[in-house]
């Protein structure tokens, strides 16, 4: 390694302790060194060349026979405590569940037994190539399917646009109001009834199986193409809680490749719920045309400001296809 001689004398432990810890000054040296060689500045937001600099990244931040790396989590050397995905799990929920608990506006919040979280991104090397990775547990998987549905359920029967409202843009203390009303050519009443419906519905189901142990494997699914221009993509679904006891980070690849099943089986799984929630918003829908399609339900209104340059920095994040923090 061209900034630090010493790496390939360490063992295999040491290598991973190693890429796992924090070190700013050897990181900037190395990513710099990256860019330089690919002749891209480290400030691109461009996916091509994020994509082509993160393939070779990946083997400084990765561990393991398939450069496994997770985002979105204090991926250093802390992770190898952690026995499995089950013990990574664990903790995560802890955490949430411990926050939900001292939430002073959920006083009433009763902790919930474990579950799988799962629901994150990762990078590794599948087959020799680069890939980006999103792990969902299986109930979660296809709660963000019935999310989409209910959108496009909406959009296709009480289509709505968001308009400024009466005040939206004014100056307040050291702000801007941001006040954005539903504009669905008068059946906002509607459009209310139906998305609380939908989503009651979806959390209602989301609740029914947080606990199944529906399958003991994992499913393998080639998403590339269907998000970001064509980058290479999987999606990893988890069947179950206790199938991520074996599922270990170092080996993640590995273990997922020796516990994988049969995809169609998720594919109904999902569908079956989707054709439910379809027929569940239609025959609510019967229901809700009987009523004035205009009245909405009297609601303690919230505002919202944001402070001066939040807008530019929400713009800034919205053109930015990743977190360009120089992986």
């Not at 009480?158 to 009466?166: A, I």
């Not at 109001?177 to 959390?203: C, H, N, T, V, Y």
């Not at 970001?228 to 069947?239: A, R, T, V, W």
């Amino acid at each position: 390694m061209r900034h630090h001689n010493d790496f390939f004398k360490m063992t295999e432990e040491e290598q991973d302790i190693f890429l796992l810890t924090d070190n700013e000054e050897l990181d900037d040296k190395v990513r710099d060194f990256v860019y330089a060689e690919l002749g891209f500045s480290r400030d691109t937001n461009d996916h091509l060349e994020m994509l082509e600099a993160n393939k070779i990244l990946l083997h400084y931040d990765g561990i393991g026979p398939n450069y496994f790396m997770m985002n979105e989590f204090n991926w250093d050397e802390k992770v190898l405590r952690f026995k499995n995905f089950y013990d990574l799990n664990e903790e995560d929920h802890n955490y949430q569940e411990n926050a939900w608990d001292e939430d002073e506006n959920y006083e009433d919040y009763v902790k919930k037994p474990l579950f799988s979280r799962m629901n994150d991104w990762a990078r590794a090397e599948i087959d020799g190539e680069f890939n980006y990775i999103n792990l969902f547990s299986f109930p979660i998987y296809v709660y963000y399917a019935l999310e989409e549905a209910e959108i496009d359920w909406i959009d296709k029967n009480v289509p709505y646009d968001l308009v400024p409202g009466p005040n939206d843009g004014k100056r307040e203390d050291a702000g801007t109001l941001f006040d954005m009303r539903r504009d669905a050519k008068g059946k906002e009443g509607w459009l209310e009834q139906m998305q609380d419906f939908a989503r009651d519905w979806i959390s209602a189901w989301y609740d029914g199986c947080l606990y199944d142990e529906k399958w003991d494997c994992v499913f393998i699914n080639d998403t590339s193409g269907k998000d970001f221009d064509g980058d290479p993509n999987k999606e990893i679904i988890f069947g179950s809680l206790n199938i991520l006891k074996e599922i270990h980070i170092k080996t993640f690849i590995e273990d997922c490749h020796r516990l994988q099943g049969d995809s169609e089986l998720i594919y109904q799984f999902r569908d079956n719920a989707l054709a439910e929630l379809t027929t569940a918003l239609d025959e609510k829908f019967i229901e809700v045309q009987k009523t004035p399609p205009n009245v909405v339900k009297l609601k303690k209104k919230m505002k919202v400001v944001f402070a001066d340059g939040a807008l530019e920095d929400m713009e800034r994040i919205a053109e930015s296809e990743y977190d360009n923090d120089g992986d």
